[in-house]
């Protein structure tokens, strides 16, 4: 491949990525509001368009003429730098994210992602990690109390469960001996005895997945870990202080977090862009098809488990943490390694 | 030559964050800086082909000990430093001095020390081989390492608890 058709191609699957990512994103809150409606015995949106399917749009209309308002408190390189850093970690991850295998279009040979690299799940890490500042620098910047204490709440929390979070993982890289996600979901083809899948998480790793699971919730501050928003007692926590557009893209960078867990989830243990082993050929092929089914599932109990939850206590938050979910991250590293050892 | 145009990129931001860092009156900004120096190190790691260190640097300095440093002046609440005008002293030995003291590095560094540039990509550091340098040709070293800074994290969870004594006398 020549440099000229790999710019072009990569440019190609930037946009699509970035167009198909903010479109998820901005039906994932419609999901949301609809489904804990339901859940709640009310009815959603219902007045834009079908079944308020355009609410999307009219809400992004409405951010973008809102009047954007700076308070005269605020430190304000920080301040307007912090919804940016948020918004640009949050979109950057996916990048790295393999949606489906190699295929061909217009004669060339490509995979169906925008970058193959050989450290893919560090990268994710170190984006993630980084997204910290967004919500850590707002919360500093906005010189309010409620932002502060929210966004130290983000950030100790953030923190504390990315250990247990990258710990959960280590037993995935122990079965499939690489960091690139594309070998990973390549070493969850096949079945066992004909009829179980092999992904990971029916390769011993469930407990993995469930570490994973809390660790993801805490990581983007939802329900029952949305401690730096709690609006009982820090009114919304860290983007107390902004409005408009600037609020919008904190909401975005929420909801696109929320995805790229979901993808992580979908690669690291359940299979990726592999089907259920039974069933029509064609249906066994397509391309992204089982890939969004599996994030919709995910999203989906997301959403459920907002609905469903009460809030925990800060405290109660930092203790299960730190005292149950990390020693049972390193008891399950522990146990993974030993299998594969002895069975080598 | 594109490497060079990147590594040169990569170094003047690595070096501005370094000024940045020192001239900035505000401990966030300084702190903030010291990230940036931090990403465009690995920037650096990763046009070496060290892909691993460079991931490493990332989550480790810039994601993790750099998030700790805000987070710790975010709590203080630190305010704007008072900067004095200095010493003359310094100002008249110190800068000079610097300039002087440099120049004679990178000289002796360019005509005497006998290293070339390095090509990108020419020390490669894939996972694998750093996992098997780490466990298997340097583990003793590796694991008197980690006793050491397990070590250090009980000296500091020492030192930051209350004496049993101060605390009984504040309940009682």
Known sequence: MSVETFILVSVVKIVIAIIVLLTAVAYTVWLERKVVGHIQNRWGPTRVGPFGLLQPLADGVKFIFKEDLTPPHVYKPLYIAAPMIALIFALTSISVIPVGNWVTVGGIYTPLQISDVNIGLLIILGVTSLGVYGVALAGWSSNSKYSLLGGLRASAQMVSYEISLGLSLVGVLILAGSFSLREIVDAQGGTFWGFIPRWNIFQGQIVAFFIYLTSAYAETNRIPFDLPEAETELVAGYHTEYSAMKFAMFFMAEYANMITVACLATILFLGGWKGLPYGPAWLQDLPVFWFVLKIFCFLFLYIWVRGTLPRFRYDQLMAFGWKFLLPLAIANLVLTALIVALKS | ?172
């Open chain 2, 1 to 172: 030559m594109l490497h060079l145009i990147i590594f040169s990129v990569f170094g003047v931001i690595c070096v501005a964050g370094a000024v940045n860092l020192l001239v900035q009156r505000h401990p966030i900004n300084s702190a903030l800086s010291l990230v940036v120096v931090m990403g465009a190190l690995a920037a650096e790691f990763l046009l070496l082909g060290a892909e691993f260190v460079a991931a490493v640097q990332v989550i480790v300095y810039a994601g993790a000990v750099m998030v700790l440093f805000v987070f710790v002046i975010m709590l203080l609440n630190a305010g704007e430093e008072e900067h004095t005008q200095g010493s003359r002293v310094a100002r008249l030995i110190g800068i000079p001095g610097m300039l002087v003291g440099s120049l004679l590095m990178a000289w002796v560094l360019l005509e005497h020390s006998g290293t070339q540039s390095v090509a990108a990509g020419a020390l490669p550091g894939p996972p694998k081989m750093i996992g098997w340098l780490l466990f298997h040709d340097y583990l003793l070293p590796f694991e008197v390492t980690s006793v050491l800074v397990l070590i250090a994290i009980m000296g500091a969870v020492v030192l930051a608890a209350r004496p049993e004594s101060v605390q009984r006398k504040k309940e009682g």
